[in-house]
């Protein structure tokens, strides 16, 4: 079947379902966040490839509301459940942002199940938030306003310039996998430095993509505040997280 009809019945169907990879606080080893990934749940379709037609079909705009109400329907079942709760990241796609009712609909979703808006995060890539317009800066600023986090996602593969840190209200920046690559291979003085000043800037820094131990070595040495990657772990079941909640990595 074309992926649209897929995606269309699997919305109706029941038939998507979210996997959560967590954050690693470097200094800790405690998971401090995570990251909800979408998946199909019968189906072995790469998310990249499902996300970009429901993206041109319009059907983001239904998915995205249903990961936002399923992500935050989770934490609080890991709440009633007696784990402490832990701030969850949702990705969320640029056409997102003409969903007029979405901030109404975010609300509403918080106050069903009790949870606080700082608990939610919101990441929006690098590239749409600097093909920023008057309706974007809007839309962030509602979400700042209501208390939720924002996180640059996919930093280093765009054009972004340190400006646009001064300005778009983010809490957090996700260094794309092949960025840190890049500046592990490099004097670790050049990550300490982005690094610094990013965090003179009030920001938070995740690594992503992480694989290996002496790159989590790097990363520490150079400031970054979180790890995520297959190397702590990869996206897991709501159940399998369950036994990793507390651990110390
Ligand atoms: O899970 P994986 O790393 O394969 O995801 C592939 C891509 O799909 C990533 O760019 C990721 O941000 C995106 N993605 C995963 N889940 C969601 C989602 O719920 N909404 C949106 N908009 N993108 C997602
Ligand atoms: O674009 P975004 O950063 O949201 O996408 C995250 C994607 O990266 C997810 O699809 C996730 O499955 C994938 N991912 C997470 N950890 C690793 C890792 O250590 N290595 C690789 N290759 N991919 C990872
Ligand atoms: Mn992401
Ligand atoms: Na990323």
């Known amino acids: 079947a074309e992926i649209e009809d897929i995606l269309r019945d699997a919305l109706r169907d029941d038939g998507l379902r979210l996997l959560y990879q967590p954050q690693i606080n470097v200094n800790t080893g405690k998971i401090d966040e995570f990251e909800a990934l979408l ?3 019968n189906r072995n379709l790469s998310p990249a490839k499902f996300i970009e037609v429901a993206e041109m079909s319009g059907l983001i705009i239904d998915i995205g509301r249903w ?5 935050i329907r989770q934490m609080a079942e890991w709440r009633d459940k007696g784990y402490p709760v832990k701030p969850v ?3 969320f796609s640029g056409k997102q942002l003409n969903d ?3 901030i109404s609909f975010l609300h509403d979703t918080l106050q069903e199940y009790q949870i606080d808006p700082r608990y939610v995060e919101i990441e929006i890539t690098e590239s749409i938030l600097v093909e920023e317009t008057e ?3 809007t839309f962030l600023n509602e979400l700042k306003a209501m208390g939720l986090r924002i996180a640059m996602d996919d930093f280093g593969t765009g054009y972004s310039s340190i400006n646009y840190l001064t300005f778009i209200p983010v809490n957090k920046i996700k260094l794309d996998k092949s960025l840190c690559e890049k500046f592990i291979n490099l004097d670790n003085s050049v990550m300490c430095s982005l690094i610094g000043l ?13 694989e290996e131990t002496y790159q989590y070595y790097r990363l520490k040495e150079g400031g970054c505040d979180l790890i995520q990657g297959y190397l702590f772990s990869k996206p897991l079941a709501s159940q399998d997280i369950e036994n990793v ?3 110390n990595f």
């Open 39 to 41: 998946r199909l749940k």
């Open 67 to 71: 990961v936002t109400k399923e992500a």
């Open 89 to 91: 990241a949702i990705n």
């Open 100 to 102: 007029r009712e979405y």
């Open 135 to 137: 309706n974007t800066l």
């Open 198 to 210: 990013m965090h003179s800037l009030n920001l938070i820094i995740t690594a992503e993509g992480i």
């Open 245 to 247: 909640y507390n651990y």
